[in-house]
């Protein structure tokens, strides 16, 4: 079965950065594409950007460009997000999310989620 | 201020019919593109419920369902049961900022 299994809370100080992880497992890693989506305490949902595991290729909303890197290792069918100079306004759940089919932005299959924590 | 507008709650008794609208513009949903829904119960992942603007994955009853109209989108529910109570979003993609964005939310509450 699909599973997608994000790394475990963190907690940062503002400026910092951090790195999460989203493996997966149960289907061909190389064929679908996975995005980041992000959701702050008490509110909606919000795209960062997704990342083919296939050729690395990324695309980044505009909101983040310059700050987020999206990363894969195919040996281990994992895929990162960075996200760095944060803020106290990144403080959020981040999940990874499986495109059903290439480009279609229908996200199937979720990660559990990460809570990242900004402080100081 | 999302992209897409959704009423920031809903509610109705139990067996009865409510539908959230997702109202967008001309360079989202207006443009053609299509419009997916997600079910998040408190404290879970967002679930796929429907995608491609009617269509519902296995595994979602048929008490869901959805439509799109123009710039405007909607999902219905009928039955409404006590385990529907949950966050629903939608989304779609938008040419103005190149990326996928998503409505605010909607709180479904049964009576």
């Known amino acids: 079965q699909v599973q997608l299994v994000q790394s475990g809370a963190e907690v940062r100080k503002p400026g910092a950065s951090v790195k999460v992880s989203c493996e997966t497992s149960g289907y061909r ?20 950007g997704w990342i ?15 700050r987020v890197t999206m990363t894969r290792d195919t040996s281990i069918s994992t895929v990162y997000m960075e996200l760095s100079r944060l803020s106290s306004d990144d403080t959020a759940v981040y999940y990874c999310a499986r495109d059903q089919t290439v480009h279609t932005g229908i996200f199937d299959y979720w990660g559990q989620g990460t809570l990242v924590t900004v402080s100081s | 201020q999302s992209v897409l507008t959704q009423p920031p709650s809903v509610s109705g008794a139990p067996e009865q019919r409510v539908t959230i609208s997702c109202t967008g513009s001309s360079s989202n949903i207006g443009a053609g593109y299509d419009v997916h829904w997600y079910q998040q119960l408190p404290g879970t992942a967002p679930k796929l419920l429907i995608y491609s603007n009617s269509n519902r994955p296995s595994g979602v009853p048929d008490r869901f369902s959805g439509s799109k109209s123009g710039t405007s989108a ?3 529910i009928t039955g409404l049961q006590a385990e529907d109570e949950a966050d629903y979003y939608c989304q779609s993609y938008d040419s103005s900022l190149s990326g996928w964005v998503f409505g605010g939310g909607t709180k479904l509450t049964v009576l």
Request: net charge neutral.
């Open chain 1, 52 to 66: 083919s595991p296939d050729s690395g290729g990324t695309n980044y909303a505009q909101k983040f460009q310059g």
């Open chain 2, 74 to 76: 909607s999902l219905a």
């Open chain 1, 29 to 48: 890693f190389t064929g679908y594409y996975l995005h980041w989506v992000r959701q702050a305490p008490g509110q909606g949902l919000e795209w960062m």
